[in-house]
Antibody
Framework: QEQLVESGGGVVQPGRSLRLSCSAS????????MHWVRQTPGMGLEWVAFISHDGSNKDSADSVKGRFTISRDNSKNSLFLQMNSLRPDDTALYYC???????????????WGQGTLVTVSS | EIVMTQSPATLSVSPGERVTLSCRAS??????LAWYQQKVGQAPRVLIH???VRAAGVPARFSGSGSGTEFTLTISSLQSEDFAVYYCQQYNVWPSWTFGQGTKVEIK
């Protein structure tokens, strides 16, 4: 069964750092581009960051650019999100999401993890 | 940035009814649109991609249509398990996905 499991969330003070992990099972992460998406009651679903299948291309939302870094270790079937200089408005449920291989150019997600909660509060 | 606008915000319906949800893009996104269903405490699950292609395992009562800036998700006969929040997502401007704010389908 294909599965993504996030971990690493928790309560952290403003200005501190946190590293999220996403572990893949039931499939080989190497073949897939991956994203991080966060969700809050007020803002809904917000795309955070992207990384290509081999890690050669990355991008992130303006709201996190310069503070968050996406990376991957395909040998460990894992995806990461290093979050620095955290702010209260980074509080959210963070999901990792796999981009489908249905056809080139069809960049929807066909698999999501259950999410890990990050709370930024003093 | 492409803005995705969904309507209505909430829909109160009875089981067996036909349901139509709308999604509008702020600019032309061709057919680069997906619909997701999210139930309480669960992750989003793709229902429709490329505007009208039903994802694997999705019941035939779900259908999608539209292109350009106007899109629709239709549930032909609402079942009890379909009460959830539905999101549209554009992937035309990639890799920066943007999502609509969601439509909650609740029991009337």
């Amino acid at each position: 069964q294909e599965q993504l499991v996030e971990s690493g969330g928790g309560v952290v003070q403003p200005g501190r750092s946190l590293r999220l992990s996403c572990s893949a099972s039931g499939f080989t992460l190497t073949s897939y581009a991956m994203h991080w998406v966060r969700q809050t009651p007020g803002m809904g679903l917000e795309w955070v960051a992207f990384i290509s299948h081999d890690g050669s291309n990355k991008d992130s939302a303006d709201s996190v650019k310069g503070r968050f870094t996406i990376s991957r270790d395909n040998s460990k079937n894992s995806l990461f999100l290093q979050m620095n200089s955290l702010r209260p408005d980074d509080t959210a449920l963070y999901y990792c999401a796999r981009e489908s291989l249905w056809r080139p150019g069809s960049h929807f997600s066909d698999l999501w993890g259950q999410g890990t909660l990050v709370t930024v509060s003093s | 940035e492409i803005v995705m606008t969904q309507s209505p915000a909430t829909l109160s319906v009875s089981p067996g009814e036909r349901v139509t949800l709308s999604c509008r893009a702020s600019q032309n996104i061709r057919s680069d649109l997906a619909w997701y269903q999210q139930k309480v405490g669960q992750a989003p699950r793709v229902l429709i991609h490329d505007a009208s292609v039903r994802a694997a395992g999705v019941p035939a009562r779900f259908s999608g249509s539209g292109s350009g800036t106007e899109f629709t998700l239709t549930i032909s006969s609402l079942q009890s398990e379909d009460f959830a929040v539905y999101y549209c997502q554009q992937y035309n401007v990639w890799p920066s996905w943007t999502f609509g704010q969601g439509t909650k389908v609740e029991i009337k």
